[in-house]
DNA sequence: AATCGTCAAGAGCAGTGCTCTCGTTTGATG
DNA sequence: CATCAAACGAGAGCACTGCTCTTGACGATT
């Protein structure tokens, strides 16, 4: 019976993602406003209707591919991880930022979906936050590492505001690394500055200013991966 | 002869006016996605084929906008810089930092047209490249300033890779300030991260992670200005 | 006063997201 | 095996969009 089941939820799984896949092609060329179901259903050979059957909108045929996006952004941050020492901190962040970039240059449509403006009037599902987290994880992994090694170096303890001491300790507890304030602050940002440097080459904060995008990356992470506290020279 | 040509280019003017006026409430509601010439047409009682003869197009409206928009932003780091002594650099530089996020809290939609994901299918003019840089000039005069008076702390002069000279030797030229390597690096980190910052924070990233967001922000500009060199305790 | 350029309005085109209805197919149940 | 309900695709249609083209009126210039 689960096989006869399947002969029917099989083709509704073939065809939600042929939508996705074909979605994604058109997201990549045209962005996300550019978004047609039409177009898709035409590419399909399906009447433009019938494409509700199985996203019941437009929003929820983005949605998926924002979960496919956090996951793509997340598997690739994850691999670039994974082949390298356990015990090479700096090596493994700086891994993990050219990973970020090299998606994201790659697809900046879709790193503009993640990550540039919301879509106006489309509101973000809870089933976006799981994925969204994936790579997050691999960040304090790091860092939760590096400080666990004792290799982080120290930074002076400037003292944090007192009304951010809530903020912190929620973070501690869903990180769940026993990190001190400055070491938190600090990756917080170094978090943000590696994604304003990834947009502002996406989204041409660059032109005219940077040529070459690669060397300056590596550079100024290379910068920021010291001001975190890994040392250099690993 | 000129005074009834005026008469008739004053409404014009006013007319144009009226539209980017509706144009930029409409913005700020909707988003740029939900910017609709009809709208705007019928929110002032006209044709929405009249629209047409103010703006050869909805991206040509989009434009101004975006202008307006530089404009906007720019006018407050200059605000912010010129209320401060002009020595006193990183007050300077932490009242610029705080314009600009109160700026984009206060103006999100706004700030995502500026500096989120580019339109789809939009290219900027280079009506748009003067407006642009407004901001960008306060930031280069406060480094150049404190680098002149000496109270920029200098950095390990960690070497920069050499095909980033290029780069470098073109920003010194369009600055005009003759600032070494590693302070311009240091000078488009901390920029980078700024506006990271900011976009984190109006695009949704630092929900549920951050709830005091002011006082989170003033402490991390207040980490990143000491990590551009401007000594802490100005 | 006649003219000529500027302007607003209207109709219309091609496209969009989305809904509703109407047959058809499919798969589990009596 | 026959039946019946759920799932499905197609089509028409609604309200909306940006944009174009034509028509007619108004006003400044010769």
């Known amino acids: 019976?689960?096989?006869?089941?399947?002969?029917?939820?099989?083709?509704?799984?073939?065809?939600?993602?042929?939508?996705?896949?074909?979605?994604?092609?058109q997201l990549a060329t045209e962005g996300a406003a550019g978004l047609s179901l039409r177009a898709v259903a035409r590419e399909m050979g399906m009447a433009s209707s019938a494409i509700y059957r199985y996203f019941a909108s437009r929003d929820d045929l983005l949605t998926a591919l924002i979960i496919d996006g956090y996951n793509a952004v997340g598997e690739a941050v994850?691999?670039?991880?994974?082949?390298?020492?356990?015990?090479?901190?700096?090596?493994?962040?700086?891994?993990?930022?050219?990973?970020v970039r090299d998606w994201a240059v790659t697809h900046p449509h879709e790193y503009a979906l993640l990550y540039g403006s919301p879509v106006p009037g489309y509101q973000a599902p809870e089933d976006t936050i799981g994925p969204a987290l994936r790579d997050t994880a691999v960040y304090v992994r790091i860092v939760a590492d590096a400080h666990a090694?004792?290799?982080?170096?120290?930074?002076?303890?400037?003292?944090?505001?007192?009304?951010?001491e809530a903020d912190l300790a929620r973070a501690r507890t869903t990180i769940g690394a026993d990190l001190p304030d400055e070491v938190i602050v600090r990756a917080l940002t170094v978090w943000a500055a590696l994604f304003g440097t990834v947009s502002f080459e996406v989204f041409g904060q660059f032109d005219n200013v940077i040529g070459e995008r690669a060397a300056y990356f590596d550079h100024t992470m290379g910068v920021l991966a010291s001001f975190a506290g890994f040392p250099a020279e690993g």
């Open 149 to 164: 090694a004792g290799t982080l170096r120290p930074h002076e303890p400037g003292p944090v505001p007192a009304n951010l």
């Open 1 to 25: 019976m689960s096989a006869s089941r399947t002969a029917r939820e099989r083709v509704r799984a073939e065809l939600t993602e042929e939508i996705t896949g074909l979605a994604r092609r």
């Open 78 to 99: 994850e691999r670039a991880d994974a082949a390298l020492p356990r015990d090479d901190h700096r090596g493994r962040w700086l891994a993990v930022c050219r990973a």
